[in-house]
């Protein structure tokens, strides 16, 4: 049974860095690709960052390009996203994802196979 947990959100003033952490269980990180997704009340999910099967290759959306990092740890089966120059337009519920099928997978989120729950991160200004 596969599981992510995602973590670390919170209530951060406009400026202010996060870490989300994302725990994986049934499934083996450096199998999979991942991404972040975040979504904000009212709005559709919407992609954020991805990292390669093997954590060579990354890329964002434009809007948190230069402020956020992914990144994933195989060995503590665990992805991050770093998130540094928080803005009010940031907040939203944040979700990880995995996909086996692709190196890197892209920015729709019907091409991943796996979700964690979500973590609430609220920037504040």
């Known amino acids: 049974q596969v599981q992510l947990v995602e973590s670390g959100g919170t209530l951060v003033q406009a400026g202010g860095s996060l870490r989300l952490s994302c725990a994986a269980s049934?499934?083996?990180?450096?199998?999979?690709?991942m991404g972040w997704f975040r979504q904000a009340p009212g709005k559709e999910r919407e992609f954020v960052a991805a990292i390669s099967r093997g954590g060579d290759s990354t890329y964002y959306t434009d809007s948190v390009k230069g402020r956020f990092t992914i990144s994933k740890n195989d060995a503590k089966n665990t992805g991050y996203l770093q998130m540094n120059s928080l803005k009010p337009e940031d907040t939203a519920a944040y979700y990880c994802a995995v996909d086996s099928r692709a190196y890197l997978t892209g920015t729709s989120p019907t091409l991943y196979e796996y979700w964690g729950q979500g973590t609430q991160v609220t920037v504040s200004s």
């Open positions: 049934g499934v083996t990180f450096s199998r999979n690709a």
